[in-house]
């Protein structure tokens, strides 16, 4: 079974500065991938950035990148610059090996202040 | 661009009045999901095809039914819909569903969903 941890309900973060939203996770598989997922007040969710277990550098993609520590069982989503449409909820998920399913975190708010 | 989309975005129906979402997509993906997310929490996946093979959740309401005619269409069904329906439905979309080293292929995509509500 995986689990995913979010610890932050709520961040608020000024415009043009760094953010990091936290998630651990928890598997017994070697093999797994880390996903996470931004949802606006309009309800889409969008793909923001993966990383597998196998994967030796941590991911990036624009100005989001994802801080993959193994050992500490967590992949951290940083991202740069916010700008005011980066306020929405942010969900960390996770799948395991041989698995469709992804295990979603509770998520964590995010709001820009400008 | 490709992408996946649901219709209607916004559906009211009456409390037992069955109702039908509808999911299409361009990826020419294999894998179709459908979730439930009620407000605040995190989705929840109800089934999924594999090409024509379905996957029921076992926690899955019998009241909730899906069709995939073909490659591009899935369908949500709830035949007699319950106040505690209303909710979030979300579809989704992966090219494969078999984990393998790299899992980019395994990324779902999801459409903006449809917010249901019960009356």
């Known amino acids: 079974a995986q689990k995913i941890t979010q610890t932050q309900p709520g961040m608020f973060v000024q415009e043009k500065e760094a953010v990091t939203l936290d998630c651990t996770y928890d598997t017994s598989d070697q093999s797994y991938g880390l996903f996470w997922y931004k949802q606006p007040s309009s309800g889409e969710m969008i793909f923001l950035i993966y990383?597998?277990?196998?994967?030796?550098q941590n991911a990036t993609e624009g100005r989001y990148s994802l801080n993959f520590q193994k050992a500490r069982k967590s992949a951290n989503l940083v991202i740069s610059a916010s700008q005011l449409g980066d306020s929405a909820m942010y969900f960390c998920a996770i799948a395991g090996a041989g698995s469709y399913q992804l295990t979603f975190g509770k998520g964590t708010k995010l709001s820009v202040i400008p | 661009d490709a992408m996946v989309i649901q219709n209607p975005r916004y559906q009211v129906t009456q409390f037992g009045k069955p109702v039908t979402l509808s999911c299409s997509q361009t990826l020419n993906h294999n894998v179709m999901y459908w979730y439930q997310q009620k407000s605040s929490q995190a989705p929840k996946l109800l089934f999924h095809?594999?090409?024509?093979?379905?996957?029921n959740e076992a926690d899955t309401p019998d009241n909730f039914q899906s069709r995939r005619p073909n490659t591009s269409f899935c369908f949500l069904d709830i035949r007699s819909p319950g106040l505690g329906d209303a909710a979030m439905y979300l579809c989704?979309?992966?090219?494969?569903?078999?984990?393998?080293?790299?899992?980019?292929?395994?990324?779902?995509?999801f459409g903006a969903g449809t917010r249901l509500s019960v009356l």
């Open positions: 095809y594999y090409d024509k093979d379905f996957n």
């Open positions: 990383q597998g277990s196998y994967d030796e």
């Open positions: 989704a979309t992966s090219r494969t569903k078999h984990m393998g080293t790299s899992y980019s292929k395994n990324i779902q995509y």
